[in-house]
């Protein structure tokens, strides 16, 4: 992907909890796919954020989330792809419902929730059931969808009439039709591999929508949690801005070299690495909103 159209990469090494080197008030839209909590993939992560149950885990998020609000400028929409966790703990197996805690906790930092999209999986195993038999009661539904929660932050953004940013990311009807429907059924698209194993990166399309739906060309576009970097690449593709922060430093030396080999834009190194291992974030917010709060 060589650019010469001016597009400009930062990549910061560093923790979304604080997102320091990233000025308030200056980025359009957050897209973003944070570790889920409760997948196993991400315990030795979670762990070594400091947080070992799932109030924890939640909390790291949420932390997150704060810091998103903060560096979107107002009426930037925050985009999160989570999905819910099965697992079995203490003999006991339920559901983890991660979106749910993840709606309540960015409301009661302030942002005010949008309509979401149920991103509906391909999946290999059609027949996959958890249960025996045919006989009820005591098998479970199939957890083939994740969530693309959105936000704003305060009322709608306001724009000058004729902005001719806004008419150069306009979109088709047809795309208009299929990408604000609320379940997303048409998405292919093999997840990334990286040095780490199963990096747990979304189909490009997904960031793709996303960024042509809710910010214009020339706009800044956040990924808080890059992994591979789908958004950031997604972003620079459409014609925006792209920050992303990875913690993680294989990972981050990672994405930096694919940035640097596949000639993604202009790169900016964006700051050094924040948070120290385990290290409190900034103190939240008291809680807006309806004033609920998880974790
Ligand atoms: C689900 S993956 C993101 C995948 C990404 N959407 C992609 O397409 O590659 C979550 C990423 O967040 C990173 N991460 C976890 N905690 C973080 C933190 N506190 N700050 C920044 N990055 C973090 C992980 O190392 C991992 O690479």
Redesign the pocket.
């Known amino acids: 992907m060589p650019r010469s159209n001016g597009a400009r990469l930062r990549l910061i090494h560093?923790?979304?909890?604080r997102l320091d080197p990233v000025a308030t008030g200056s980025v359009h839209l957050v897209v973003?796919?944070?570790?889920?909590p409760m997948i196993p993939q991400?315990d030795g992560?979670?762990r070594r954020?400091g947080a070992t149950d799932y109030a924890g885990m939640l909390r790291?998020l949420s932390d997150?989330w704060e810091e998103c609000h903060r560096v979107l400028v107002p009426g930037g929409i925050l985009a999160v792809?989570i999905g819910d966790a099965l697992r079995t703990t203490d003999g006991e197996f339920r559901l983890w419902p991660n979106h749910a805690h993840t709606l309540s906790a960015a409301e009661s930092i302030g942002f005010r929730p949008l309509p979401y999209i149920l991103w509906k999986k391909p999946t290999n195993k059609p027949n996959a059931f958890l249960g025996s038999g045919f006989v009820p009661p005591n098998a479970y539904v199939t957890l083939d969808c994740e969530y693309v929660l959105l936000f704003r932050k305060g009322p709608l953004r306001r724009l000058p009439p004729h902005d001719p940013a806004r008419a150069a990311s306009r979109y088709s009807r047809a795309e208009r039709d299929r990408w604000f429907s609320q379940v997303w059924a048409d998405i292919k698209g093999a997840p990334?591999q990286?040095a780490?194993g199963r990096?747990?990166?979304?189909p490009a399309t997904v960031?793709e929508r996303l960024v042509r739906m809710f910010s214009l060309v020339g706009e800044t576009v956040l990924?808080?949690?890059?992994?591979?970097?789908?958004?950031a690449r997604a972003a620079l593709e459409a014609g925006r801005q792209a920050i992303a922060?990875?913690?993680?430093d294989v990972?981050y030396r990672e994405l930096h070299a694919r940035a640097r080999r596949e000639r993604w834009g202009e790169i900016t190194p964006g700051g050094a690495r924040g948070?120290a291992r385990g290290a409190r974030p900034r103190r939240r917010r008291p809680a807006g909103g309806t004033g609920a709060r998880t974790g």
């Open positions: 560093g923790d979304a909890r973003t796919s944070p570790p889920y991400w992560l979670f954020l790291v997150a792809n990334q990286s780490r990096s747990g990166a979304f960031p990924d808080p949690f890059a992994g591979t970097g789908t958004t922060v990875e913690w993680d990972t948070g």
